[in-house]
């Protein structure tokens, strides 16, 4: 035991060496045996201990663990996991200024989902992970649905099946409306319009063709092509990351943004891809493995006929897709608070989509080639 608590002791020093800037490791150090949950009772005290400490005095505090006690009894009780704002409101016993930092504080803390665009709370988070986005994650694969057979495609799905489908878990009865909503209002599904036909654009279904299925679909022998790409990366790698859940949000959203805007702008979305043709060009932005962590490549091929023609394509990426992504990206229902930084990608790993693991090594930072520009002038 003393040898494996020397070997923590030398990793905890090296994560606060490492760590200094954003956080303190401060003594004592526990030994904590997994098997034993006597073992655990220390760590728990000293973290309570700490907690009250901390948050002692401070009146939102205080009211929002009252509340979530409150909460927790009446969905127990009544054995409901959706409430409206009134019953909230009800339930808080404060006055309205108070309310919503109320609701966001625990939405926050992952006690209740809670968008202040639908005037609905959901009690428990993790019902609505795993019975409702759990089984719409397997709904495609399922056999014999009791509601019919239902045709996806391109990860569509028609509105009145999806809130059948909502209405068949008991406890969500008369809900399934409102779960649709929600999912909307958090980036989890979009509307598609298409003829009389209400459809959901849920990415989280989309088939898995795989990105290494990829290629560029403008094909023409008579016309050369200029290849262009950007990696949005996060720039501090040890304190943050991109994760799977983020690239369907960001399919809703594109989705939404693109909508009714310009019939020329065609846009095909699949797992971990979204494709938009524009005249004269063709965009590829893939969310894709690179080393140890996830990356954002937005990718370019354009017709080399005039220069204006290639200055507008990067004016329509920057404004566009690029900011677009940061904007979602820094969303409160997003990851907020994660900065993305820009690399150039070298425009010979581009003439294969596929070659996914070619642009290793071949992305240089925006602002280093900005720097040595000004050097150059």
């Not at 709370?121 to 759990?134: R, T, Y």
């Amino acid at each position: 035991m003393n040898f494996v608590s020397s070997s923590v002791s030398n990793s905890i020093n090296s994560l606060r060496s490492e760590f200094k800037s954003v956080i303190d490791i401060i003594d004592p150090q526990f030994d904590v045996d997994s098997r034993n949950k006597d073992s655990v009772k220390p760590v728990a005290e000293r973290v309570l201990k700490i907690a009250k400490v901390v948050f002692h005095g401070i009146e939102v505090y205080d009211i929002c663990t009252q509340v979530s006690k409150n909460l927790l009894k009446h969905s127990k009780r009544a054995n409901e996991l959706i409430i409206t704002w009134e019953e909230f409101s009800k339930m808080c016993h404060s006055d309205k200024a108070k309310l919503n930092a109320i609701a966001m504080s625990l939405n926050e803390s992952g006690n209740i989902i809670y968008i202040n665009t639908i005037k609905h709370i959901i009690l428990d988070p993790n019902w609505f992970c795993n019975e409702i986005m759990g089984n719409l994650i397997h709904f495609p694969d399922s056999k014999g649905s009791s509601i019919g057979t239902i045709v996806f495609d391109n990860g569509c799905i028609p509105r009145h099946f999806l809130e059948q489908m909502f209405e068949s878990i008991t406890i969500s009865k008369g809900k399934g409306s409102l779960l649709v909503d929600l999912m909307e209002a958090m980036h989890l599904c979009c509307r598609v319009p298409k003829g009389s036909v209400d459809l959901i654009f849920i990415p989280t279904i989309l088939r898995d063709v795989g990105v290494e299925q990829l290629q560029w679909t403008q094909l023409n022998d008579n016309v050369t092509f200029v290849y262009m790409g950007t990696r949005l990366d996060c720039e501090n790698k040890d304190l943050s990351f991109l994760t799977p859940g983020l690239f369907p949000r960001i399919q809703a959203s594109f989705s939404n943004a693109f909508q009714s805007k310009d019939d020329n702008v065609v846009i095909t979305l699949g797992k971990d891809f979204i494709s938009i043709s524009v005249p004269k060009s063709e965009i590829i932005v893939m969310f894709c493995q690179a080393k140890s962590n996830h990356v954002i490549d937005v990718l370019i091929r354009a017709q080399n006929n005039t220069q204006q023609d290639i200055l507008s394509t990067l004016a329509f990426m920057q404004k566009i897709i690029i900011n677009n992504l940061t904007t979602i990206c820094t969303q409160p229902t997003s990851v907020q608070g994660v900065k993305l930084i820009e690399s150039v990608i070298r425009s010979d790993c581009l003439l294969y989509l596929s070659m996914v693991q070619c642009r290793e090594g071949q992305c240089v930072k925006v602002t280093y080639l900005k720097k040595q520009l000004r050097k150059k002038l």
